[in-house]
Nanobody, 114 residues
Framework: QVQLVESGGGLVQPGGSLRLSCSPT?????????MSWHRQAPGKEREMVAA???????QYGPFAKGRFTIVRDDVKNAMYLQMDNLKPEDTAVYYC???????WGQGIQVTVFA
């Protein structure tokens, strides 16, 4: 049974924006000390995009800082990744991760092209 579900991916032009969402199928996100977004392009290693703690302290990969914003909404029981000024090199499958039970989503495609 899928425990984390991502949504909001798709195709966008360079300079455009997307907002990814991650929600658990059951339980509360506040049960996870860390929730994070990772991405992997074909033939490339998976890399951390952004992470956020229970205290809403955020950490970003160097490429994401200033362009991406991670949000953890305990009331809506969801985590978001706002991606602005997207670049072709942002093209990848994006995965949601929750530290409780080391759970991964199945991933969602983000494609940036001119």
């Amino acid at each position: 049974q899928v425990q984390l579900v991502e949504s909001g991916g798709g195709l966008v032009q360079p300079g455009g924006s997307l907002r990814l969402s991650c929600s658990p199928t059951s339980g509360l996100i506040n049960g996870s000390f860390i929730m994070s977004w990772h991405r992997q392009a074909p033939g490339k290693e998976r890399e951390m995009v952004a992470a956020i703690t229970m205290r809403h302290d955020a950490q970003y990969g160097p490429f994401a800082k200033g362009r991406f914003t991670i949000v953890r909404d305990d009331v809506k029981n969801a985590m978001y990744l706002q991606m602005d000024n997207l670049k072709p090199e942002d093209t990848a499958v994006y995965y949601c991760y929750a530290s409780e039970k080391h759970t991964w989503g199945q991933g969602i495609q983000v494609t940036v092209f001119a």
